[in-house]
């Protein structure tokens, strides 16, 4: 997980399709944001990346977790025009927003995708209710571990400190080679 106190770049984006109207970081601050940066001719993101995000997004209220797509076309930009994206998202019923992001120069990398050093699609961002970049993961991310990374930053107590963490390093066992011990309260005694 790549953790970072600097708070993500902004997104460039050209055009939003499946939102009534423009998004931005700041306006999505305190809630945990995954960005799945995606092209609709890789087949990592149509097999993997998309169907994950739909399942977040199904999982998670949308008070805690916004999923935005970003459509990031560092190849074949002629077969993934604006206009065939808004037909793939319906083909496949993407409804959450999706951003294409915008245009780099002479047809280079994308701006959001060149910000944020993204490596290819499909790629994973999460960002923290402050607004912080998180995580970033290329390529596929088992279920069970993105599912732990967002429920640890929907735990984060607004000082960015995890109430979680606070709680069991408080309870903690003492462990040693042999094993750990569950600690006993004060003033209680085994029965």
Known sequence: M???????????????????EPLSLDELRGRVVLIEAFQMLCPGCVSH??????RVRA??????????????????HDAQTPVALEAFLHEY???????VDAPGEDRGLPRTMAAYGLQGTPTLVLIDRQGRRRAQHFGHVPDLRLGAEIMALIAEREDGAAALETAAASAAPACDEHGCTVPIPQGDSPA
Do not use: C, Y
């Open 2 to 20: 790549t953790v970072s106190l600097r708070p993500a770049p902004a997104l460039h984006v050209a055009r939003w399709l499946n939102a009534a």
């Open 49 to 54: 990346g998309l169907p994950q995000a739909q």
């Open 59 to 76: 999982t998670f209220p949308d008070t805690d977790v916004a999923v935005i797509g970003l459509h990031s076309v560092f190849e074949h």
């Open 93 to 99: 019923r993407i409804g959450f927003p999706v951003a």
